[in-house]
């Protein structure tokens, strides 16, 4: 069945004077088990000229499962959807990937490069999925069921907590965090789609003006991949953050806010 794209509540609009003609778009994409929610913070610290977006996929954050997506292409496909629906005739957004976000963001920058202006590649998954233990332990359909069910579990929130937050957030933050696997349908299915075979088949990324984004301290998805993505994004300039684990976006949420916006005027002057 296919439902109609979800587009998030507008978090941040162009204010002071600044309209269509002066902004930067930025349109946020979650990592997986998550939703638009992550980001909400981010906004509160944004300057005037990003007009900032964040979006909910199908199956995340409680919008309904679409049977017709099948594949990252598909989802992709779906993304581009909702970029139509930020372009207003402006510049087309910059897109902010993050964990499976990049990855699908990265799938639509290969196939379709003129649907984004430009991409923000945020600790993406695809590099060494062979190598790496998440995805072998994630291999079948009961594991990855139980693993969402134990994220989203009430009494096991305080280890997870430590665990997932090395550099604190507000508890409602990180509660409304792990209710996001409550309500994730599609957990289960990225660790399908996203595998070896698709990364292997991306186009090099060579029209897209690119940044490669990674927390110096990421435990989830080390900053060491971003040599495994040199062939897909040859063009992109990678930034290391010191001190970021892998959810800056909900612990450093005013310094990610600086630095997103900082590359996202990057690479639209590039555009």
């Known amino acids: 069945m296919r439902v109609a794209p979800r587009i998030a509540a507008r978090i941040r609009s162009p204010v002071n004077g600044h309209d269509a003609e002066s902004h930067v778009t930025i349109v946020a994409v979650h990592g997986n088990g998550g939703g638009s929610t992550r980001f ?30 099948h594949s990252v292409a598909d989802y992709a496909d779906h993304l581009a959807l909702l970029l139509d629906a ?12 993050h964990g499976i976000g990049g990855s699908i963001a990265l799938d639509l920058a290969s196939r379709r490069p ?6 923000i ?48 957030a507000p508890r409602a933050d990180t509660d409304a965090f792990f209710e996001g696997y409550r309500n994730c349908s599609s957990f289960g299915q990225m660790f399908e789609i996203i595998d070896v075979d698709w990364f292997a088949g991306l186009d090099p990324v060579d029209d897209v003006a690119s940044v490669l984004l990674w ?3 990421d435990r989830v998805l080390k900053a060491g991949q971003t040599a495994g993505f040199a062939a897909k994004v040859p063009e992109a300039r990678t930034v290391i953050e ?9 612990e450093q949420p005013e310094e990610y806010a600086r630095v997103v916006a900082d590359l996202a005027d990057e690479l639209a002057a590039a555009h």
Do not use: Q
């Open 40 to 69: 909400a913070r981010v906004a509160d610290h944004l300057p005037a000229r990003i007009r900032f977006e964040a979006i909910d996929l199908p199956g995340f954050n409680g919008v309904p499962v679409d049977d017709d997506l």
């Open 86 to 97: 930020h372009s207003d005739g402006a510049a087309r957004p910059i897109v902010l990937g």
């Open 114 to 119: 003129n649907t984004l202006g430009g991409l």
């Open 121 to 168: 590649l945020h600790a993406p998954v695809g590099a060494d999925l062979d190598t790496r233990l998440i995805p072998r332990v994630m291999s079948t359909r009961p594991v990855r069921e139980l693993a969402r069910r134990l994220l989203s579990a009430r009494l096991a929130r305080p280890l997870w907590r430590r665990l997932t937050f090395p550099n604190g």
């Open 215 to 217: 927390g110096e301290n």
């Open 242 to 250: 010191p001190g970021w684990d892998h959810f800056p976006m909900l």
